[in-house]
């Protein structure tokens, strides 16, 4: 309409790429829509979102700038956790925090309808509000992990009311140990919630209400806002893209014959786990394509990584790949017919769009309970580990089979392709419900 003709829309998206890839494929539903996105992120990694952009697309979607100081702990040419060694991180955001003025300045001179902000900077929504411009947060994490960590801080003492997500064994201790940590650092400032209780009216959810429903109207009774779930926002497939070497090996297996293991983008398996997750895959028989990565700066040859002669008792059966994977074009191929992952939200989401089964390896943060929610709806099965949290070969190995040959795997698999096809169906209702609602709320102000 005319109306959204005139919303122009300022996009923050948190330094990593699975908050990175959300907030692009949301701007590019918006671009279809009469929108003028203007992305903001730092010029290494507008380089690879220009890639992702059509020049049609092009027309809607613009990329803004925004310089980081340098500093002389981050490793030069990474602006993304991706690769960056966890203790560096506090690094990368209050590098991040410095492009306040920017920021400003560029509020002030766009003037735009509405700011989409991340979880991490709260500043985000404040400095909008000098400028009588609303700002909504659109969080990428799932809504059932984001609800249970709200309903921790505040109701503390009341049980959670989905026990279904409740973390036992050694993920629950995890979650303790931090959580009590995380508790005793917000309890010295005053507000740790800030972000959310910016939020103009509504938050945003990379979600759907088949999967989460139950979740995402939790969290809008605690937060006290409409939560809309805009998802699943996925990356979308293009064809004709570089890596065909990985694409011609999966050309040559049968149907659901081969699965992917990656871990994400942010973490690293100790040596232990290499040897364990080598091991599983050696004994399921399986075939597999293996994204081993290292973070930044540390030099590690694969071969010397994995158990010895690895490569070669494997053969045609598994290929290893250092770095990086075309992890959703792997995941849309016929061939592939499990994702060993460690549950990183973009990943589930990803999995579910393509009905491929998930062998849930949460590691930490956000990814032991949203592995519970894949498991809950039927489209994977956890990894068992020991007590101590070790990971064990012939569990790994139990856990591959079971999804992707075993008999007792059918329900999985089927439940897996039916995800993906309701998905399908169901195609851009979220969409045009954040839609409405930002009409509704954001440009009758205008
Ligand atoms: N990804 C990819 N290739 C890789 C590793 C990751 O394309 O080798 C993409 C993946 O498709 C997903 C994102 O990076 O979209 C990772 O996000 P997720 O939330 O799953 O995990 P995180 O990296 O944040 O732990």
Known sequence: TEQTNKMRVVMLPWLAHGHISPFLELAKKLATRNFTIYLCSTPINLTSIQKRIT???????KLVELHLPSSPDLPPHRHTT???PPHLMPA????????????STLIKSLSPHLVMYDFNQPWAPTIAAEYGIPAVEFITSSAAFVSFVLHSFKKSGIEFPFPEIQLRGFHGAQFRRKFDQASREVSQKSRPFEAFEKSFKI?????????????????????????????????????????????NWLDKKSDSSTVFVSFGSEYFLSKEEVEEVAHGLEISAVNFIWVVRFPVGEKTKIEEALPEGFLDRVGARGMVMEGWAPQAQILAHSSTGGFVSHCGWNSMLESLKFGVPVIA????LDQPPNARVVEEVGVAVEVEREEDGRLNRYEIAKAIRKVVVEENGEGIRVRSREFSENIRLRADKGIDELVEELVKHCLERN
Do not use: W
């Not at 020049?55 to 979607?61: H, P, T, V």
């Not at 009774?221 to 779930?229: H, N, Q």
């Not at 926002?233 to 990985?246: F, K, M």
């Not at 390896?361 to 930490?364: G, N, R, S, Y």
């Open 361 to 364: 390896m949460p590691m930490h």
């Open 203 to 247: 938050i945003l959810f990379n979600t759907f209400r088949e999967l989460e429903g139950k979740y995402f109207d939790y969290l809008s009774i605690l937060t006290e806002k409409k939560t809309v779930p805009v998802g699943p926002l996925v990356q979308e497939i293009v064809n004709g893209t570089e890596e065909t070497e990985v694409m």
């Open 92 to 103: 990368l955001k209050s590098a991040f925090d410095n492009v306040i003025p920017q920021y």
């Open 55 to 61: 020049q049609e697309q092009s027309l809607c979607i």
């Open 82 to 84: 991706n690769g960056l």
